[in-house]
């Protein structure tokens, strides 16, 4: 995102002192992407970022996976995983639950009711997505507030926490990512800028406006980062000994940010547009869609559904948010539905849909999609909420006792 932003006191020029009203200087912190050679910014902290004063280790949530075999189409009812009142004790980072997973990619889903401890994830970009509920995401660059259908992208290794507003769940489907998550390249110039042709622009997106300066002392700091545990990752709790939200200044490229599905403008045509008009953001080997509310194909025979279509390079997990999915009506899928259509197996609408869709001119859907372009693992979640049925309801009937 080379988008230029700054808030607080920074010097005139960088790698310069830099020093309070007392005279004490301030300590600056590159954070940059690809070592020194891309997206960076300068953040200048009261205290030394890099102290520690003690650690431990943090057992991670469960990160194994289960090959999707036999390969199968799945339905994820989202919204079992976390019934009852069990959601007013979770957080949104030490509760989230692994629901599809590889290499590249990993997708949770959190119900949280409390805030979360401080937390950095040193292995790649996150962007949580707000099925519902508001709160706010406390940074070490400032705070964002945030709602539903909000996209918040957040780099690899800020300290954050997720704090809900306490008037209802804090709904999150958070795709973790094993490298950097940024707009897709051909929406940009080669400076950076949003083209004429892209979805969305700078205008769109919510930066944090201040850093807030937090004194306390001995602060946990919540990290995830490569080790030899499933999908190698492992988990360590640093204590600081002084609150990592100390920060003065800062400006540069690089920082969380916000973008709201209701700002994505569709693209759309007199027939059937591909999936890439849907995208809103790339990762290494995934990508991420979003459909919604929109007018339709409008040539005078354009059947308004997807046509059947075989995913040769990739798996496709559909997440389903708001209003009225009409390619998948017979299919049990419903609001907090994920469903997977893997690598290799032919899908597309249920055959009732492709009539009932003809002659439509709205469709007032709302979902977010990944494409991954290595198969996808079923994380614990993602076994336990699959409803088992799914795979056979373009038949009409079950398997073959």
């Not at 997708?107 to 099925?131: F, H, K, M, Q, W």
């Not at 507030?145 to 999150?172: E, F, M, Q």
């Not at 009225?324 to 290799?344: C, F, M, Q, T, W």
């Amino acid at each position: 995102m080379a988008h230029y932003q700054r808030a607080g006191e920074i010097p005139a020029k960088r790698h310069t002192q830099h020093r309070d009203a007392a005279g004490s200087l301030y300590y600056e912190e590159l954070m940059g992407e690809e070592g020194f050679s891309s997206d960076s910014s300068l953040l200048y902290h009261r205290h030394v970022p890099s102290a520690v004063v003690d650690a431990r280790i943090w057992q991670l949530p469960d990160q194994s996976t289960a090959a999707n075999h036999p390969l199968l189409p799945r339905h994820l009812k989202l919204h079992d995983l976390f019934e009852g009142q069990e959601w007013k004790s979770a957080d949104a980072v030490r509760d989230r639950r692994l629901v599809l997973g590889n290499a590249d990619v990993r997708i949770n889903y959190v119900v949280a009711g409390t805030s979360s401890p401080l937390y950095r994830n040193a292995t790649g970009d996150e962007c949580a997505y707000i099925e519902a509920g508001s709160g706010t995401v406390e940074t070490v660059f400032g705070d964002l507030d945030v709602a539903s259908g909000d996209y918040v992208i957040i780099p690899r290794a800020t300290t954050h926490r997720w704090v809900p507003s306490g008037d209802g769940p804090l709904r999150l489907y958070v795709i973790e990512a094993n490298s950097h998550i940024a707009p897709p390249k051909r929406y940009l110039s080669r400076y950076g800028q949003f083209l004429e042709h892209a979805p969305y622009c700078e205008r769109d997106l919510r930066t944090p406006e201040a850093p807030r300066t937090v004194d306390e002392r001995d602060v946990e700091i919540y990290l995830k980062h490569r080790g030899d545990g499933p999908a190698g990752l492992a988990g360590s709790v640093h204590v600081t000994p002084h609150h990592p939200f100390d920060v003065v200044g800062w400006d540069g490229c690089l920082y969380p940010y916000v973008f709201n599905i209701a700002d994505f403008e569709p693209i759309t045509g007199r027939i059937h547009q591909p999936p890439p008009v849907h995208q809103v953001f790339e990762g290494n080997n995934f990508v991420i869609c979003n459909f919604v509310p929109r007018k339709v194909d409008y040539h005078p025979l354009a059947v308004p559904v997807p046509y059947y279509h075989s995913n040769v390079d990739s798996d496709e997990v559909m997440f389903y948010v708001g209003g009225d999915y009409e390619a998948r009506k017979g299919s049990g899928i419903n609001v907090g539905s994920v469903s997977l259509h893997p690598g290799g197996y032919p899908h597309g609408p249920q055959p009732a849909a492709i009539e009932a869709s003809l002659g439509a001119e709205r469709f007032e859907e709302l979902a977010v999609m990944v494409d991954t372009f290595r198969p996808l693992g079923l994380g614990e979640a993602g076994q336990v909420c699959d409803d088992g049925v799914y795979a056979w309801t373009w038949a009409g009937r079950g398997p073959r006792s």
